[in-house]
């Protein structure tokens, strides 16, 4: 079920954000929801171990549930290396 939250920021950092959302082709909602779920979400390695530029990547990329990176990264390295 979805809430509706009321937020107070800055307006340049609105605006920022709205940007970024529209290029992303998202709603600022799903932006934030992504956000936050990302912050709660459990990991098994400690927030220290990453770096912030990784930290600010972690779920901007949506991947198909039968998405196998081994099979990927196999498929990559056999075009690069005929």
Wanted: hydrophobic share 30%; aromatic share 10%; charged share 35%.
């Amino acid at each position: 079920m979805d809430t509706k939250l009321t937020l107070k920021l800055d307006d340049r950092t609105i605006q920022k954000a709205k940007n970024f959302a529209r290029k992303n082709h998202q709603t600022l909602s799903d932006l934030v929801e992504s956000y936050f779920e990302n912050l709660t979400h459990e990991v098994h390695e400690t927030p220290a171990e990453y770096t912030p530029v990784v930290k600010q990547l972690i779920g901007q990329v949506k991947l198909p549930k039968q998405f196998d990176p081994k099979k990927e990264y196999a498929g990559y390295l056999d075009k690069k290396y005929k």
